[in-house]
Structures are given as structure tokens and as C-alpha cells.
């Protein structure tokens, strides 16, 4: 978690990950994996990691389009461009949040899907992902109120000491993932 700050970490944060949704898919007694084999949870990690940043790229390309000439315009001298600056930064968030929400819901599926069929076009078989989230809604949305739930006890680790962060990052993590394997392990129709 450390090196997640330098990114290179993260590949191997998601490979972890990827490994410990296969073992929970499988009914593995014990899925936590062990830190044995670098080299697949770095490039399992890399391709998850730009699954991810393909889906989060359309968000990222709007808040550098738009938010970030706004705040330029809320800094300037005039009222009028102060004025528009502001207005477009708040007509954007309305966009850029009903997006971050509905990708927020696909990717866990899009992940677990790359995930199970270790392959990265797995991730953008669209209609096959819709299925399986309509398929088994109850379940993922469950998953996916875990998820949030875990998110939120996150910060409670920067108050041990700013320390404890990195172990409920990693913890927060490691229960959002085993909550969606649970729930293509549950499915009425995996693939």
C-alpha cells in the first residue's frame, strides 16, 4: 500500500486482489493468497489497473476540459468571467457525478470479469457484464453496499497515528473484493 503512492504498487495491490476473487470464486477454505509470486500479481495488476484507467478516462478528460478552465476563470479579475467559471464548473459536476456514480457500479464487474477470464477484452464485453449485474442485482448491490461501507471506515485509519490508513486502505480493499467474488461465486448464471 506504501508504494501505491508511486503507482508501480498499485499493479500489485490488484493483482493481489485478482488472485484472492479467483480463490473466493473457487471455494477456496482459506482465499487470503500468499505474496509468493510477484511477477503475476504485478502484470495481472497492470492490466487491471488499465482497465480501470480506460473506464475512469472519460471523467478525467471532462474535469480537464471543463473544471479546470472554470477555476482558472473563478480566479480572474473580471466578475463576468468569475461568473461563467463558476456556472461551468457547477453544470459539469452535474454531469461528472451521474457518470463517476454509474462507472462507479459497472467497474467492480468490469474488474471481476477481466478478473475470472484473466484476459483484458473481458472487461469491455459490455453486453455480457450488463447481464451478469441484471442477473444477480440483489447480490451486487449488496456487494457494492459493502464496498461503500468499508470506503467510509477508511479515514478512521488516519486517526491511529496517520499510520493505520494503509491497513484499512489494504483491509477496505481486500472486503470489497471478496463481497463481488462472492457474488459471481452466488450468481444464478456466471460465465
Known amino acids: 500500500m506504501i508504494a501505491s503512492v508511486f503507482i508501480i504498487g498499485a499493479f500489485f495491490v490488484y493483482g493481489y486482489m485478482a488472485r484472492l476473487a479467483r480463490n473466493v470464486i473457487a471455494g477456496v477454505q482459506h482465499p487470503l493468497p500468499e505474496w509468493d509470486d510477484l511477477g503475476e500479481f504485478f502484470s495481472e495488476g497492470l492490466r487491471l489497473f488499465c482497465v480501470a484507467l480506460i473506464y475512469t478516462l472519460p471523467i478525467i478528460c471532462l474535469v480537464f476540459v471543463f473544471i479546470v478552465p472554470s477555476i482558472i476563470a473563478q480566479n480572474a479579475d473580471s466578475e463576468a468571467l468569475r461568473n461563467i467559471g463558476g456556472g461551468m464548473a457547477a453544470c459539469v459536476w452535474c454531469l461528472i457525478f451521474p457518470l463517476g456514480l454509474a462507472m462507479a457500479i459497472w467497474l467492480p464487474a468490469a474488474l471481476l470479469f477481466t478478473t475470472v477470464e484473466q484476459r483484458f477484452g ?8 450488463a447481464a451478469f449485474i441484471k442477473a ?3 447480490n451486487y448491490l449488496l456487494a457494492f453496499v459493502v ?34 467474488a462472492q457474488t459471481w461465486r452466488l450468481a444464478k448464471h456466471p460465465r
Open 122 to 129: 473481458a472487461a469491455f464485453e459490455f453486453a455480457q457484464i
Open 136 to 138: 444477480n442485482v440483489g
Open 147 to 180: 464496498w461503500l461501507v468499508v470506503r467510509m471506515v477508511v479515514p478512521f485509519g488516519f486517526i491511529l497515528l496517520c499510520v493505520g490508513i494503509l491497513f484499512t486502505s489494504f483491509w477496505s480493499l481486500v472486503v470489497a473484493t471478496y463481497a463481488f
